[in-house]
């Protein structure tokens, strides 16, 4: 393959420090608009809750709602910044709880609720507040209370949009005989990330979520309140033609258009269209069958074992384009298909850490005081060298003073952040 499609892929995807410090300065627009009410696409929800103490004490349960795994659990929390691990049990949603009736896939979740309770000996006679951590943009409008706005990741139930969640949980648990269970608090996962952080780190400000999906959340100032920035539906980002590809065959067109060049969902689709569109031009695998024409085929695992892969005959990559359908493939379009990979995940941390770079800089212009950002989602946690990517980024951005900022890993904040919001809401210290 000439050198120059190469570049030109690789360019494509490339991020300078010029173009991440525009991205920061349209981020910091977009946050004073949707902050004040003016139309935006950051959504710059107002959760109604603070950070937690790290003081708060007893044991509560929390629902995890926000992929197609759905979690329960109970956590102990000991009022000294630790937390008891407890129960847990996680249960797979089918595609028809995802996209079909609303009404069915919140009566599946309150039967998985009937099952945990009864299988841990919870007693139901018993009032139980839980915290409800439902990954999704919800205006809310009190702690338990809030509107759905739109599906987002792949979800499409019916008859939920426009509706308060909490209502339809609650009315849910009803309809199953656990008229005591009783929704506390609504909490979206970065939420949950941060408060699970804060609760043993006060200088924690910040939750990220890059996973299936991506998004964020910090500690206002103004708004002495949590933020939810919705951050995914960022759309001041220059696309590829692959990116508006990808977009236009997607369910929700014209939205989230910054979760679609990040998170798990979708950077393999990119990765594919790119290939796709090198195949097409007979550059690469010329005159092969193969399965690169077949939508969401290529997954982001498969990115990521295409990263790992530093074997000298890229054998790892064979095996993969094999399952792709590949009869035989040369070193040099193994590699290239190692640029493409590599391009289409650096670009997604590096929108990630200016994105971060936006927030933080907001709550704190001159970076004069420490950062511990919480993070989780698969793609962080897991995806080779995309964490240490978006920590270099953050090092160009910011020079020196990166040693600021401390990005942990806060894994499963999520659910462990929403029992910790509902024992705020149960004290009524949510604010
Ligand atoms: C999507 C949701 C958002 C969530 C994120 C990570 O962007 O809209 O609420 O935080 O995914 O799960």
């Known amino acids: 393959m000439p050198a120059t499609i190469e570049g030109s892929i690789k360019n494509s995807f490339s991020l300078p420090l010029s173009e991440i410090k525009k991205i920061i300065k349209d981020f910091h627009s977009e946050m004073c608009r949707g902050i004040s009410g003016k139309k935006s696409s950051l959504k710059m929800i107002s959760t109604y809750v603070n950070k937690p103490t790290g003081k708060e004490r007893g044991k509560f349960l929390a629902l995890d709602l926000g992929g197609t795994n759905f979690r329960i659990l109970e956590i102990e929390l000991k009022g000294d910044g630790k ?51 439902f990954s999704f943009p919800v205006r809310q409008t009190g702690i338990a209370k ?29 309809r199953n005989g656990l008229r005591n269970i009783k929704i506390a608090a609504l909490v979206n996962d970065t939420v949950g990330t941060l408060a699970a952080a804060a609760y043993q780190d006060q200088d924690c400000d910040v939750g990220v979520i890059i996973g299936t999906g991506t998004n964020a959340c910090y500690q206002g100032k103004v708004k002495r309140m949590i933020i939810n920035i919705e951050w995914g539906g960022f759309n001041k980002l220059r696309r590829t033609y692959y990116d508006e590809l990808l977009d236009k065959s997607s369910n929700n067109s014209g939205q989230q258009m910054l979760e679609k060049m990040v998170s798990g969902m979708y950077l ?72 493409i ?71 499963d904040g999520s659910g462990i952040g929403g029992a910790i919001i509902a024992s705020l809401a149960a004290s009524g210290n949510n604010q």
């Open 83 to 133: 937390i008891l691990p407890g129960k847990e049990k996680k249960f797979v949603l089918a595609k028809h709880h995802i996209s079909g009736e609303g009404r069915k896939l919140f009566d599946f979740i309150s039967g998985c609720i009937k099952k945990f309770c009864s299988e841990q000996g919870i007693k139901t006679y018993e009032q139980r507040k839980i915290g409800f951590t």
């Open 146 to 174: 809030g509107v759905l706005l739109h599906w987002t990741k792949d979800f499409s139930a019916s008859g939920v949009v426009g509706q308060d969640v909490v209502r339809l949980m609650n009315e849910a648990l009803i």
């Open 268 to 339: 393999g689709e990119i990765a594919r269209l790119a290939i796709q569109d090198l195949i097409k031009k007979q550059r690469i695998f010329k005159g092969q069958r193969n399965g690169f024409n077949l939508a969401k085929s290529f997954k982001s695992e498969h990115l990521s074992e295409v990263e790992t892969d530093n074997s000298v005959n890229l054998s790892g990559i064979n095996i993969i384009l094999k399952k792709m359908g590949l009869k035989s493939s040369t070193l040099q379009e193994r590699k290239t298909i190692k640029v």
């Open 341 to 411: 990979c590599h391009a289409v995940s650096e670009r997604g941390a590096r929108i990630s850490a200016a994105v971060l770079a936006a927030v933080i800089t907001k709550i704190d212009p001159a970076l004069c005081r420490r950062h511990t950002v919480a993070v989780d989602g698969s793609v962080y946690a897991k995806h080779p060298g995309f964490a240490n990517h978006m920590k270099s980024a953050l090092r160009e951005i910011f020079g020196k003073r990166t040693g600021r900022l401390n990005l942990v890993l806060a894994k």
